[in-house]
Structure formats: C-alpha cells, structure tokens
C-alpha cells in the first residue's frame, strides 16, 4: 500500500467526519446538550488533525486546531454553544471542508475566509478562556512543551499540531515546582490491539507529559500454550509526576479509553515515595523515538511520527484514525472525563453492535451487478425452454427452477443492496448551501432533512446532487422572502426549506418544501407569454403554469444574481432528473410556499415491468407507471374529434393512446377491442390509457441502455433481454404520453426509463 | 511435543513484531518447545505488547522446562520497549538459569 492509497483512505474518513461533524452541530443548532454530541463532533475534528498531522497538511491542521481549542471550551462548559456560536462553528465546518477538498485535489481556499474565521474562533476560545487563565497562570516556563491553549498565533497557517490535550490548563496547582503525582492502572483490553492501537506507544505518550515509573503486572499471563496471542494479558501501573491535570492524562488514553480499563488518581505528596511501585524500571525518555518529535505529543502526534518510519506505521495511523470513526458512530453516551471504567464498558458494547464494514471498489460491485444481471437473464431463458419443453409442467425441474428463480432473485436484490447508500451525504451537503446562499442574500433559513437514512443506488445519488444544489439554491433565492416581508406576512422571519426523503412503491420519493411565498402565477404566465412558450391565449390550469417554470429558457427572477436565475434553471434540472428516470413535480400555494417532488428509481439497473405486444413488437412498459390494466369495452370508446379516442373509466374520461402508431409500428388504429388498456399515470398528474395489443406477463428485467449499444430511439427509454434471448424495449411512458398530446416524438426527448 | 533432534534452536525475531505478528511468533515458540532457545532480537524495529506477552510466557514456559531462553543481540528497539512496558529484560535473562 503506498502513501497516495493511504492518503485517500483519509480523505475518505475526512469526508465521514466531516459529515458526523456537521451533524453534530446542526443537532446542537438544534439544542441538543448531550455531552455525547459535542464530543462526537469534537472526535471528528480531532481525527481529521490527527490525520492531517500525519501527511503533514498543514494548513488543514493548522485550522483544524483552532477550530478544536474552541471546541474543547464548549466540551469544558467554558464556552456555551449559543446560536451565534454555532453559526461561527458551522462555517468552520466549511472552511474546513474546503481545506480537506483542497488538501485532496489541489486548489486553494479563501485565505481571508479561514483568516477571519481563525479570529472568530480564537476569540470565541479566549473569551471563555481569559478567566480561565487567569486563575492558572501560564504553567512553569520549564514546561518545554507548547502548552498555551492558542499561542496567539502570528501566522495562522503556520502552527504546529499542537494537541488540544494542553489547552485546559486550568489546574491552580501548575506552579507547583514538580507538580503533582500520579497513580494509573491500565489494563487494555483485546480491542485495543485489534484496532491498532499499541499500549506500548500510549506508554511511551505517558512518558512525555512527566517522569514515569512503570511497573508491568504479569500476573494475568497464562502458560505458553494455553495463551492466546492476541489476547490482552498485561497491565499496568504507572506513577507519573507532571505538572500536567489528570485531564491531560486521560487525554493520552483518548483514542483507547473505550477499550481498556484506565483509573488515573492523584496521589498525596506526602505518600508519594510508598505509592512508587518496588520495581521501578529505570528508562530512557528516548526511548522510540526514531523521529525527532519533541513538541508532539498525544495520539495525533504519535500518529505524525509514526509516519514518518514507514508506510507501515501510516497504515497504523489510518487504522487508527478509523477506529475513532467507528467509536463515533457508536456514538454511546459515555462521558470522556467521567467514570471512565464504566462507560468504557458500555462503549465497548455499543462498539460491537455497530456493524463492521469494508471498503470495496465500486468497479467490483459494479462488475457484479452486471454479472448478476446476466444471471437473471439466463435464469429466465433456461425456465422458458424448460417450461416450453416440458407440456405436463410438475416435473422436479420445473420445482428446482422455480427455487432457482427465486435465490436469482434474491441474490440480485443483495447485490443492489451493496450499492444502496443513505441520502445522508447529499443532504448534509445541502445544509451547507443553504447556509452559504442565505448568508449572501441576507435570509435567515433554517433546512430541515427528514429521512436522510433512506437508501438509494448510489448513482442515483451521486447524480442527484446537483439538481437538487440547483433547487435548493433557488428555493433559498426566489422561494423564501427576505426576512422583512415574511414578518409583514407575519409569518417567522426564519425561513424553512424541508428536504425529505422516503421509500414509496419501490420508488425513492424527495420533497423540497419551502415555506416561501410559492410561485407567482401572473408572473410566471406572463413571462411564458413574452418567451412564446405559450400563446398568449392559451387558458392553462394552476398546475400547468407551475410546471411552466420547468420549460427551458424560463427565468421569473427580476434580477439575474450569482445564485440562481441564469435562465438554464429549473429546465435542467428536470432534465437530469429525468436522465436518472425520475419524475418532477411542482406544487405551490400563493403565501404558503412551494412543493417540488422528485421520485427516483432505487436502482437504474432493474426493473419490475410489464412485457406487452404491441404490433408484433414485445415491448416492457415499467411497472410502476401502471395503474391498472383493463379490458375495453365497446360501449366505453367514445370517438373524439378527427381522431382522438377516449376510455371512459368508471364514468371518468381518459384519452385512449395508440401505442403502436405513436410508436410508428403501425399506421393504422388498432381496434381498441382486440387490446388492452394500461391505464398509466404519467408525470404530470394526469392519467391515460396505454393501448396495447396483449399483455405477456410481468417479470423483472435488466435495463440495458440503449444508447451505449446503439443509439437513442424516440418514447424508448431502454432496452432489455428477454428469457428467450429476443431484445425488447423499455417504453419512455411520459414520452409516449407527451407524443400523444400533439407534440411528435423529438429525438431530444428525455429518458425515463423507469417512468 | 518436543523434538529430540536438536538440543539447541536460534528464533530470530522479525524486525516489525506487531499484533499480526503475535500468532506466527506463538506458533513457532511453540514448535521449539523442549529445547535450549536463543532469542536474536537484533532486527527487531518495533516491538508491541502483545509480542512482548508471548515472548514472556515463552521465557516461563522455557523455565519450567529448565531449558535455556536467551535474548541475544537485543536491539535498541527491542530493550527499549521492553523498558517502557516495564519488563526487564534481563531479569529474563536472569531468571533462566
């Protein structure tokens, strides 16, 4: 494994600590005080220093340090995380996502940005903490080590990765001369090695904060052969003198305390010399340090010398690194400077329930989708040959077919689980933007997400991103008034925008709800009107000016801003989210805000569909358009104009669409007698019939794209593989609905593949 | 378990005796088992606590067998570490006679 691989895998972490970070303080923005919560985001800060210590990025450290010393003031109930701090907090988490992005990909960040959020930052710490100081005055000056909490940095980008073990010196007895002694016993436990942690090195971490005396109890160690070697056998008693709080002790243990047994106690100084252990084993502070690291100190540090050895001992530190990602989705409530025996206890077991994980690459899963899929396509083949083959229908094979379809099936439903991630991460990046844009357009908005752990294939993720920016930048710009006239429409001067997600019908359903002032009609149809996208004339419904905003070209904005409003709005966005075979709607309430629904297919890979015949042609028409399918009647055709068709439907009109010559297989009307009706909703609300000639069945297919083996085919969305081994098409339902209203299918026609 | 063959054997360690190291290290202490033993430990970089648990109940096991378990050639790393955990190594040494 070389540096780049290893470097990535931390730029993978960051970006999960980046997003626990800016979870835990939006929950705080939210008024959780759970201690667990502020450590949580503490860790997360933590760990990406640590990291970055190690690669010596040292920028990322630099800020990440300030951003922790105020962290740790509010984690010390120095500081208390009011609104206005946790803004300041929130941007930090920005800028230092920006560093982390810069850090990976080159690039450089707003210096003047993370300058001012330094001093922010650094005021907010030593507000708190001028009292603090003041009580404990700067600890001895032989103390070599950097203590100061923020040394009043000269060069921001400059510091040192100081650990933020040292910043709460507010122990009164500092000036103590030799400080005061302590008696720890630890014993870690089997997780501390399996997580890559090495008591030897917490030892040695010990070691440097004051003078040691460490007496290793054997007792536990079994026989040679009855031991198991990984097993945990040693503990240890140590007497430490230092100058340093029993905090910045523990602080040494942080990233191991979940998993060992650890009791630190001050010891009177009158009893000093009983309490030292009989066999104090005399050492060398050198000893391990194969790198010149005097100032490091702490796991952070550790982790920076580490790597500095060997690719090796970096592998340590990314281990490490995840480990601490891993405790923090535990996420158990266990107090760090509480009984620490206790909650480590109950750490340990919240670590254990959290599922373990691996990293795979995505082209692995990825050739396994596609082999699965084959799979499924020949499963069908061998059981229609069987089935064909076979007239009485009972035999064993039929039953181990039968067996076989349903492990395929299950196995295809497990493989697309591997590429089902949470809608965490978008959403997350959503907070953010709203954030941003309400900042540069004066708004005050508050997003709330809801269902965020609702799972969706991971390209449809990782494409949803944007149109969803593009929707959340203008709902931040256009849907929500500025704080002024919201409070004369007294209505909160905060805003809302609500970003949902949930599972509905096999479909992923996102809602983007804004409390805004909603669309204003007049507007909106008289700008349709000056771009001749509708005729002046034209008598259209509330819900067909809505989803006018949507037409290419539209812009409502009076003003073009740097936000949103260029003209190439939302237009794009249905276009992508179409390409992703999702529907797009929009509803609106003068004064009461603005609804946009996104429904999405879980997977582009499969599809429930129902195979149809239609002119001799099997075509798949997906299953989640349907509605229901029904047998026409004469007496329920009703001619309509030159040559429109209408089903009557339980005493409700529903234009009948001749699949087959909009399609141009066939030039004729069909007798709508000899079909069948798909009663199909398509996207804009509205139902129609789907004529086709026969329904074959429905079973689930595997969506090949069209346009990678041949090319894009007009109201075709995809294609497939049948069981007998024909092609079938996938029918573009909105497409072929949109073709029926009077437009002729366009080649730039969008894709729905699952519509 | 002992093989008669060879009275004497040399283990020299390997230079990274980490957590993944614990197991092979066991395993071949324990194929040496019945005979004299000298430890050469002068590759050794870097030496964890779990190595360091092995090797220990290897010098025990070794004197109830009333064998010899030297560590020869010790490294800077290794007696360092074993300084820092707290074990001396020449009590070890020592205590094999």
């Given at each position: 494994m070389d540096m780049n691989e290893i470097k990535e895998i931390f730029f993978q972490e960051c970006e999960e600590q980046l997003?626990?970070?800016?979870?835990?303080?939006?929950?705080l923005n939210d008024g959780d005080r759970d201690p667990e919560t502020v450590n949580a985001v503490f860790r997360a800060v933590h760990s990406i220093k640590g990291g970055a210590g190690a690669f010596g990025l040292d920028d990322l450290v630099a800020?990440?340090?300030?951003?922790?010393?105020?962290?740790?003031?509010?984690?010390?109930?120095?500081?208390?995380?009011?609104?206005?701090?946790?803004?300041?907090m929130l941007k930090s988490a920005d800028v230092l996502a920006d560093l982390t992005n810069a850090a990976r990909d080159g690039g450089c960040v707003d210096e003047a940005r993370s300058r001012g959020l330094v001093k922010e930052l650094e005021a907010l710490a030593n507000g708190e903490a001028l009292v603090a100081s003041a009580e404990a005055p700067k600890p001895t000056p032989k103390a070599a080590e950097p203590v100061q909490a923020a040394p009043a940095p000269t060069d921001e980008s400059g510091f040192q990765p100081i650990p933020f073990s040292f910043d709460s010196f507010g122990d009164d007895e500092v000036a103590a001369e030799y400080g005061d002694t302590y008696e720890i016993s630890f014993r870690p436990r089997r997780e501390l090695f399996s997580k890559g942690n090495e008591a030897a090195l917490l030892l040695r971490d010990l070691s440097r904060i004051g003078e040691v005396s460490i007496n290793c109890d054997l007792d536990a160690l079994p026989a040679l052969e009855s031991m198991d070697p990984e097993e945990s056998y040693f503990s240890w008693k140590i007497s430490l003198k230092t100058v340093k709080t029993e905090d910045d002790i523990r602080a040494v243990f942080e990233f191991a305390e979940w998993d060992c047994d650890l009791e630190v106690k001050a010891v009177e100084a009158a009893s000093q010399a009983e309490e030292l252990p009989m066999v104090p084993v005399p050492f060398d502070l050198s000893a391990l340090d194969d790198v010149p690291a005097p100032a490091e100190e702490s796991e952070p540090a550790r982790a920076a010398a580490e790597s500095g050895t060997a690719g090796e001992d970096a592998k340590m530190a990314a281990a490490a690194a995840r480990v601490e990602k891993k405790e923090s989705a535990a996420a158990a409530a266990a107090q760090t400077t509480a009984a620490a025996a206790a909650a480590a206890a109950q750490t340990t077991a919240a670590a254990a329930a959290a599922g373990q994980t691996i990293r795979v690459d995505l082209d692995r899963v990825d050739r396994l989708i596609n082999l699965v899929g084959e799979l499924v396509i020949n499963q069908a083949m061998l059981s229609q040959s069987v089935i064909e083959n076979d007239?009485?229908?009972?035999?064993?094979?039929?039953?181990?077919?039968?067996?076989l379809q349903q492990l395929t099936r299950e196995i295809q439903d497990s493989v697309m689980a591997i590429r089902a991630q949470p809608v965490k991460p978008v959403f997350q990046r959503m907070s953010r933007i709203v954030r941003e844009v309400a900042d540069m357009v004066g708004k005050s908005i508050r997003l709330v997400t809801e269902g965020e752990n609702t799972e969706v294939d991971k390209t449809v993720i990782d494409k949803l991103a944007e149109p969803l920016t593009h929707m959340i930048r203008n709902a931040v710009d256009h849907g929500i008034e500025t704080p002024e006239k919201r409070e004369a429409a007294g209505k909160d001067p905060e805003g809302t925008i609500k970003l949902t997600a949930k599972h509905r019908s096999g479909r992923i359903l996102i809602e983007l709800v804004d409390d805004g002032a909603g669309i204003n009609r007049e507007r909106v149809k008289q700008k349709a009107i000056d771009n001749d996208l509708i005729a002046p004339d034209a008598n259209l419904t509330d819900e067909e000016i809505d989803n006018l905003i949507f037409a290419p070209g539209f812009s409502t904005a009076d003003k073009i801003s740097d936000i949103s409003g260029r003209g190439v709005g939302m237009d794009v966005v249905k276009r992508s989210i179409q390409a992703l075979g999702g529907r797009i709607s929009i509803s609106s309430r003068p004064g009461q805000g603005s609804t946009f629904t996104m429904s999405l297919p879980l997977t582009l890979a499969v599809l429930d569909?129902?195979?149809?015949?239609?002119?001799?042609?099997?075509?798949?028409?997906?299953?989640?358009?349907?509605?229901?399918?029904?047998?026409?009647?004469?007496?329920?055709?009703?001619?309509?104009?030159?040559?429109?068709?209408?089903?009557?439907?339980?005493?409700?009109?529903?234009?009948?669409?001749?699949?087959?010559?909009?399609?141009?297989?066939?030039?004729?009307h069909a007798n709508p007698m000899e079909g069948v009706a798909l009663l199909v909703e398509s996207e804009g609300g509205g139902q129609r019939a789907l004529m086709v000639d026969a329904i074959q069945g429905q079973r689930q297919v595997v969506i090949k794209s069209l346009e990678a083996n041949y090319t894009h085919v007009p109201g075709i969305a995809a294609a497939?593989?049948?069981?007998?081994?024909?092609?079938?098409?996938?029918?573009?339902?909105?497409?072929?609905?949109?073709?029926?209203?009077?437009?002729?299918?366009?080649?730039?026609?969008?894709?729905?593949a699952t519509g | 378990m002992a093989s008669k063959k060879a009275a004497n054997g040399t283990l020299k360690l390997s230079p990274i005796l980490d957590l993944n190291e614990a197991t092979s290290?066991?395993?071949?202490?324990?194929?040496?088992?019945?005979?004299n033993i000298t430890i050469d430990a002068s590759h050794v970089e870097r030496l964890g606590v779990q190595c360091a648990q092995v090797l220990i109940a290897g010098a025990r096991a070794w004197q109830a067998d009333k064998k010899t378990y030297t560590v020869e050639k010790s490294s800077d790393a290794f007696a360092k570490t074993m300084q820092l955990i707290g074990i001396d190594t020449d009590h070890l040494v020592a205590k094999e006679t």
């Open positions: 997003a626990e970070l800016e979870s835990g303080l939006l929950k800020f990440a340090h300030v951003f922790e010393t105020t962290l740790d003031c509010v984690r010390s109930n120095r500081l208390e995380p009011t609104q206005d701090v946790l803004k300041v007239t009485t229908g009972t035999s064993s094979i039929n039953m181990g077919l039968e067996e569909g129902m195979v149809v015949t239609v002119a001799g042609q099997t075509l798949v028409v997906p299953l989640t358009a349907i509605v229901e399918t029904l047998q026409p009647e004469a007496s329920a055709i009703h001619s309509f104009g030159a040559n429109q068709r209408l089903i009557s439907i339980r005493n409700s009109f529903c234009p009948l669409v001749d699949v087959g010559r909009i399609l141009n297989f066939r030039s004729a497939t593989i049948l069981g007998d081994g024909r092609v079938a098409l996938i029918l573009d339902v909105d497409a072929v609905v949109a073709a029926s209203r009077g437009h002729s299918l366009k080649p730039e026609m969008s894709l729905a | 290290l066991h395993g071949k202490l324990m194929s040496m088992r019945g005979n």
